[in-house]
């Protein structure tokens, strides 16, 4: 993948254009699409060179929305680990929990300024290993596989979200340690989510539930945030 590729799926014309120009002047080569037919036929045909290192991904677009195009990036092997922001005039909690549970890596809600959109680039383009470079974690029965990106608790297998995935695997790398709220919020959303601490909660509460009588050692440290472990 090129390093300052950038693909722009939104259909409209006065906001790509604006996106387009901003990360042209911060050194990035972007592309602008205004369907999924055309983004994802040049994804299948570009060459090595221009496949892009992240997109931005509009929700509310003609033919397939923005999140039909996210799950189809997510379910292919190719493309499951490519950074993603989604552009959307929602701005409701739902709507973003909707789009970070579905896979997307960051979220800006219109109107936003061209120097948040930048930043926010480069923070999800520094963010993170690669999956298959992370290791096998695992604590009290829940075992997390990474090369295939899957989870068991007491030898059940666990259907996660991908946030619930990226939740876990961060309590299990640091199992035993509290983990402040805001510390979290940075580590597995990217940001400190404008203080909406209720996604975390949800979060931790669907985890729990999910990982069964195991979830009990995802414990509640007051005031402070919560602690995988003893």
Do not use: C
Not at 49 to 75: C, F, H, T
Not at 89 to 107: H, I, M, P, R, T
């Amino acid at each position: 993948m090129s390093a300052r590729m950038v693909y722009i799926v939104e259909d409209d014309e006065d906001i790509r254009g604006i996106v387009d120009y901003a990360l042209r002047q911060a050194g990035f080569e972007p592309m602008g699409f205004e369907d999924a037919e055309g983004f994802f036929h040049t994804l299948a045909h570009a060459p090595s060179n221009e496949q892009p290192s992240l997109v931005l991904l509009d929700i509310m677009l003609p033919g397939d929305d923005g999140l039909a195009i996210l799950k189809r990036l997510r379910k292919s092997s190719k493309t499951k680990a490519l950074p993603v922001i989604m552009l959307t005039a929602k701005g409701s909690e739902f709507d973003k929990v909707v789009g970070l549970d579905n896979g997307a890596d960051d979220y800006l809600t219109k109107p936003f300024g061209v120097m948040e959109l930048i930043s926010r680039v480069n923070a999800v383009l520094r963010r993170g290993a690669p999956p298959e470079t992370r290791r096998n974690l695992n604590y009290g029965g829940i075992y997390m596989d990474a090369a295939r990106r899957a989870v068991t608790a007491d030898d059940a297998h666990v259907q996660l979200t991908f946030k619930e995935y990226e939740l876990l695997h961060y309590l299990l790398l640091n199992a035993g340690l509290v983990l402040g709220r805001d510390r979290i919020m940075e580590s597995v959303w990217g940001y400190d989510f404008e203080g909406e601490s209720r996604t975390l909660d949800m979060h931790i509460r669907s985890l729990r539930q999910k990982l069964g009588a195991a979830g009990e050692h995802i414990k509640t440290v007051r005031n402070v945030g919560y602690r995988l472990g003893e």
